[in-house]
């Protein structure tokens, strides 16, 4: 139980963080896109793929996490309307016991691909439905059992490289509840 509440914790930390990076101007006056560039192939777009999933076929996954500079989605899409303050998160369907999703970054209020290599680990999100609204994401603060769009919740570590990350469902931690 103990471990439960601090996992839960760490994930509502993880997202409150997420949220103050859109919500801030982090003044830097200009964007760069460093890393991700290997063998002379400049990555311009980074996937992760998440294996293992067929009992859950037709469901929908999203997935969030960060690196020491970087606040990650992974999914189909995520945008952040910044005059109605608005977020919607576009989330991958499983097929066939798999589903790939786009990473992107949150940069300035928009999200943009994530293309650096290296390990993060990733909050991993199982839904009955698509698309998530801002209140839906924000709703996970609270108890994770009453949300009703809620299939299963994960923390999983995932190395990206070339553009890719996999992860089986078995190496994801479903410890959460």
């Known amino acids: ?11 509502i930390f993880a997202i409150i963080i997420g949220f103050s990076f859109i919500s801030c101007d982090n003044g830097s006056g200009g ?5 991700g560039n290997t063998g002379g192939n400049t990555i311009t777009e980074t996937t992760l793929t998440i294996t293992g999933l067929g009992d ?3 469901k929908w996954v999203f997935a ?20 109605e303050e608005t977020l919607l998160i576009t ?16 940069d300035d209020g928009s999200f943009i691909p994530f293309t ?4 993060v680990e990733m909050a991993i999100l199982v839904s009955s439905q698509d698309p998530i609204t801002e209140e839906e994401y924000y709703a996970l603060e609270g108890n994770p059992e009453e949300i009703s ?20 469902f078995e190496a994801i931690d479903m410890e959460l509840w």
């Open 91 to 106: 989330c991958g369907q499983i097929s066939n016991g798999s589903v790939t999703l786009k990473v992107l970054k949150e």
């Open 64 to 83: 969030w996490g960060e690196t020491s500079s970087d606040f990650l989605f992974a999914a189909n899409s995520v945008v952040f309307d910044e005059e």
């Open 116 to 119: 650096r290599a290296g390990k």
């Open 56 to 58: 859950y076929n037709g």
């Open 1 to 11: 139980m103990k471990n439960t509440i601090k996992i839960i914790g760490i994930v």
């Open 31 to 35: 964007k760069s896109n460093t890393g």
């Open 149 to 168: 769009w809620l299939e299963a919740v994960g923390l999983g570590e995932v190395t990206f490289s070339a553009g890719k990350g996999t992860i089986a």
